[in-house]
Nanobody, 124 residues
Framework: QVQLEESGGGVVQAGGSLRLSCAAP????????MGWFRQAPGKEREFVAC????????RYADSVKVRFTISRDNAKNTVSLQMTGLKVEDTAVYYC?????????????????WGQGTQVTVSS
């Protein structure tokens, strides 16, 4: 079973920052887009950010644009999400996902490998 391992979640005050990281097996990371999604209690999972296979293109949800930055390290098979200016409404479980496509995609459909999720809680 493919495992994506997220880390970096936690509790932070509004306005603070967190950095999430995700390690993936090379065979599903190399050459494929990676994404971050989140799911808040009582809400559907939603797209947060994605990055293409070589880091050349990124996409963000409007709600996190400017505040969040996605990046990848192809030498270490990791993808990160730097979150700044966190808001209470950013509270959710954040999931790392690996796509079966090389290019960016905001829909969850192409993402065929998922991590277990990491909790991010932003307090007021």
């Amino acid at each position: 079973q493919v495992q994506l391992e997220e880390s970096g979640g936690g509790v932070v005050q509004a306005g603070g920052s967190l950095r999430l990281s995700c390690a993936a097996p090379r065979n599903i990371f190399e050459g494929y887009a990676m994404g971050w999604f989140r799911q808040a209690p009582g809400k559907e999972r939603e797209f947060v950010a994605c990055i293409d296979w070589n880091g050349g293109r990124t996409r963000y949800a409007d709600s996190v644009k400017v505040r969040f930055t996605i990046s990848r390290d192809n030498a270490k098979n990791t993808v990160s999400l730097q979150m700044t200016g966190l808001k209470v409404e950013d509270t959710a479980v954040y999931y790392c996902a690996a796509s079966e496509l090389a290019n960016v995609e905001v829909s969850a459909l192409p993402y065929i490998h998922w991590g277990q999720g990491t909790q991010v809680t932003v307090s007021s």
